[in-house]
């Protein structure tokens, strides 16, 4: 028997007549009519080729046939309406469920340590893995799910496919060391030219900031060139070096350095921080929990 010619159907009526042993009242079970219960029986009989259920008085007794095919058929009908047919349930307490992340290391360092400390009150069992990958790659790293989440500044996802909630807006400002001769007043063009710079390029690519200035037709003098934000630190507060830095970020170095920062001298372009996902997890429970977690703790407002 090929089971694209069966009816699947059939199995639910097979399984009232088990439980009711009487076509009306299977058939009120499943919403159906007492001629077309019959008719579904009709099919059933030819389909196992037996008679499958006898009249005896006001009931239809199961046959033999009837009996075992019963305790195979009534396992598989419960299983589909427990577990196939009910929406998917999420318990953050005590899920075990292991996210990844794609996140540059600013989204680290500013949304991982309150999101940590969120799960280990709320979702004890859950586990997080952060990656950090080109922009070109974010796009297929959510659609093969190497990644479930993305965190950040990627221009290559606002496209069909993937949704986004904007998390937060950080404009630049220049960051330097406490007791910097520029941090006394407000920072002119001149002394922004004039000044020695550290320039971060995260995975070799240049940052909003630098493709700005490279716009505007604005030189600095690179003393040195970084990968990654975290090393920005040190080198700035030990030095009369500058970097121009999203906000948020120099926010997070004020807390944990000795240093400070300065509204940059001309009109900075502004960064929009999002929070991005592909289609294909847009109904899965446990993502949308975790979706709607981070926006509420991040979201600006």
């Known amino acids: 028997m090929d089971i694209r010619s069966v009816d699947l159907n059939l199995l639910v009526v097979f399984d009232a007549m088990l439980q009711h042993r009487n076509v009306t009242r299977a058939g009120e079970a499943l919403g159906l009519s007492q001629p077309a219960m019959s008719a579904a029986v009709a099919r059933l ?4 080729n037996d008679p499958l259920f006898v009249r005896a008085g006001a009931l239809m007794n199961p046959t033999p046939r009837a009996e075992s095919l019963g305790a195979v058929i009534r396992p598989i009908v419960q299983t589909i309406q427990s577990e196939i047919l009910q929406p998917s349930a999420f318990e953050p307490a005590t899920s075990q469920r292991a996210y990844t992340l794609l996140t540059p290391d600013i989204a680290e360092m500013n949304f991982l340590p309150r999101l940590l400390a969120y799960l280990a009150e709320h979702a004890p069992h859950i586990s997080l893995k952060t990656l950090a990958m080109p922009r070109h790659a974010a796009a297929s790293a959510l659609e093969s799910g190497a990644a479930e989440l993305a ?3 990627f ?9 986004q909630q904007r998390l937060i807006r950080s404009s630049h400002v220049c960051l330097l060391r406490k007791g910097h001769p520029l941090g006394r007043g407000k920072l002119t063009l001149a002394q922004f030219l004039k000044a020695s710079h550290a320039v971060v390029k995260p995975d070799g690519r240049e940052h909003v900031i630098e493709q700005f200035l ?10 040195v060139e970084l990968s990654h934000f975290m090393s920005l630190l040190p080198i700035v507060e030990t ?12 926010e997070f170095f004020v807390q944990h350095g000795e240093v400070r920062y300065v509204d940059t001298p001309m009109k900075s372009p502004v960064i929009d921080v999002h929070l991005f996902w592909h289609q294909r997890f847009q109904k899965d429970s446990a993502h949308v929990w975790l979706r709607k977690q981070i926006h509420e703790l991040f979201r600006q407002g």
């Open 45 to 48: 009989r030819v389909l196992f």
């Open 151 to 153: 965190i950040g500044y």
């Open 155 to 163: 221009p290559d996802l606002q496209k069909a496919g993937f949704y």
């Open 214 to 223: 490279q716009a505007k037709g604005i030189q600095r003098r690179v003393v």
């Open 239 to 250: 030095s009369d070096l500058i970097a121009t830095v999203p906000r948020d970020l120099a």
